[in-house]
Nanobody, 123 residues
Framework: QVQLVESGGGSVQTGGSLRLSCAASGYIYKNCMGWFRQADGKGREGVAAISRLIGTTNYADSVKGRFTISRDNAGNMVYLQMNVLKPEDTAMYYC?????????????????WGQGTQVTVSQ
């Protein structure tokens, strides 16, 4: 079973940056690692995904050019560098894993989830 633990959330002002980390342990032979977010009163949306095997990435239009997903060489850590943060980026951010190809931003394809880390962006 895969265990995922997120860290790095916090409160920043508009235009600031944060780097989220996701540590994976257990049976980690799943190709896709994704970041999702859920704002209060809204559904969960895919933000970014990466293939652990070959490193290809996929981003939501709302974060393209501002967020970067990456992984370490061992594939045990996944990161989300978030720049030029906006108040609409405020949400609980979740790390997820899926044994699929290609790596989509559809939460229904992911079956391992972390507990989440809160990101709050103020004016």
């Amino acid at each position: 079973q895969v265990q995922l633990v997120e860290s790095g959330g916090g409160s920043v002002q508009t235009g600031g940056s944060l780097r989220l980390s996701c540590a994976a342990s257990g049976y980690i032979y799943k190709n896709c690692m994704g970041w999702f977010r859920q704002a209060d009163g809204k559904g969960r949306e895919g933000v970014a995904a990466i293939s652990r095997l070959i490193g290809t990435t996929n981003y939501a239009d709302s974060v393209k050019g501002r967020f970067t997903i990456s992984r370490d060489n061992a594939g045990n850590m996944v990161y989300l560098q978030m720049n030029v943060l906006k108040p609409e980026d405020t949400a609980m951010y979740y790390c997820a894993a899926a044994d699929r190809w290609p790596c989509s931003l559809d939460e229904r394809e992911y079956n391992n989830w972390g507990q989440g880390t809160q990101v709050t962006v103020s004016q």
